[in-house]
């Protein structure tokens, strides 16, 4: 039976809705403020000593083929493929948790940043004493390292979780599809069903807002000087 509402959504959907709004002005918020102070902090590491642009396009790619395999999974549920729908999804979660490995490995070569520095004449350093001609000096970003850090990691940081509550949230679903029995076939294949249709929302909602993220931190963050 379709639910009669107001506004004809699903009164599910129109929730799913209001939060995604909200989250727009929570990320829009975090990254204006990254915009604000881009260049103003006082001492490094700046994007350019940090960034990997070749690696975190990798990231992005796996993110984006992940919302690919959960058009896929929506797909396979909608023609009753429950096995399909299986393998899609669970396809989603892996890719979900690459990107948060990359983000993690991210995270860990930042705040273990290194640089060569060259050794001056009279250089009290060991490895300059010792007849070295250059060092390596710890130059790692945290969030209390400057500005940047500080905004850089609450922006993304805060994409990470919603990464992880979206990976957990479609292994609940593929579990129970699996528990669930003819109960589970019935509820998740039921076109008034929502369940698929609101993770996938959510799922791609995710997705662009990392592409705005890494276009407008990664990209232009350090090809704008």
Same mark, same amino acid.
């Not at 009164?11 to 727009?24: E, P």
């Not at 009753?80 to 669970?90: D, I, K, Q, S, T």
């Given at each position: 039976?379709?639910?009669?509402?107001?506004?004809?959504?699903?009164?599910?959907?129109?929730?799913?809705?209001?939060?995604?709004?909200?989250?727009?002005?929570?990320?829009?918020?975090?990254?204006?403020?990254?915009?604000?102070?881009?260049?103003?902090?006082?001492?490094?590491?700046?994007?350019?000593?940090?960034?990997?642009?070749?690696?975190?396009?990798?990231?992005?790619?796996?993110?984006?083929?992940?919302?690919?395999?959960?058009?896929?999974?929506?797909?396979?549920? =909608?023609?009753? =493929?429950?096995?399909?729908?299986?393998?899609?999804?669970?396809?989603?979660?892996?890719?979900?948790?690459?990107?948060?490995?990359?983000?993690?490995?991210?995270?860990?070569?930042?705040?273990?940043?290194?640089?060569?520095?060259?050794?001056?004449?009279?250089?009290?350093?060991?490895?300059?004493?010792?007849?070295? =001609?250059?060092?390596?000096?710890?130059?790692?970003?945290?969030?209390?390292?400057?500005?940047?850090?500080?905004?850089?990691?609450?922006?993304?940081?805060?994409?990470?979780?919603?990464?992880?509550?979206?990976?957990?949230?479609?292994?609940?679903?593929?579990?129970?599809?699996?528990?669930?029995?003819?109960?589970?076939?019935?509820?998740?294949?039921?076109?008034?069903?929502?369940?698929?249709?609101?993770?996938?929302?959510?799922?791609?909602?995710?997705?662009?807002?990392?592409?705005?993220?890494?276009?407008?931190?990664?990209?232009?963050?350090?090809?704008?000087?």
């Amino acid at each position: 039976m379709v639910e009669q509402t107001t506004t004809g959504l699903n009164h599910r959907k129109m929730l799913m809705w209001l939060f995604l709004g909200s989250d727009c002005l929570f990320f829009g918020s975090f990254i204006a403020t990254y915009l604000i102070y881009r260049g103003e902090s006082l001492v490094g590491p700046f994007p350019e000593d940090v960034f990997s642009i070749p690696v975190t396009t990798v990231s992005t790619f796996v993110l984006l083929m992940s919302s690919m395999s959960m058009v896929l999974a929506y797909s396979a549920i =909608n023609r009753g =493929n429950m096995r399909a729908f299986r393998v899609w999804l669970l396809s989603t979660c892996l890719l979900g948790a690459t990107f948060l490995g990359f983000q993690t490995f991210e995270f860990y070569e930042f705040a273990n940043h290194e640089k060569t520095v060259e050794c001056q004449p009279g250089s009290q350093v060991p490895e300059c004493v010792a007849g070295a =001609n250059e060092y390596k000096e710890d130059y790692g970003l945290t969030p209390q390292t400057n500005l940047f850090g500080t905004t850089f990691f609450t922006l993304t940081g805060f994409h990470g979780a919603h990464v992880t509550v979206g990976v957990i949230w479609l292994l609940s679903i593929t579990g129970y599809s699996f528990i669930g029995g003819r109960k589970a076939q019935r509820v998740l294949t039921d076109k008034q069903a929502l369940s698929v249709d609101l993770a996938a929302l959510y799922w791609h909602f995710v997705d662009i807002v990392w592409i705005v993220i890494f276009a407008v931190v990664y990209l232009i963050g350090v090809g704008v000087t």
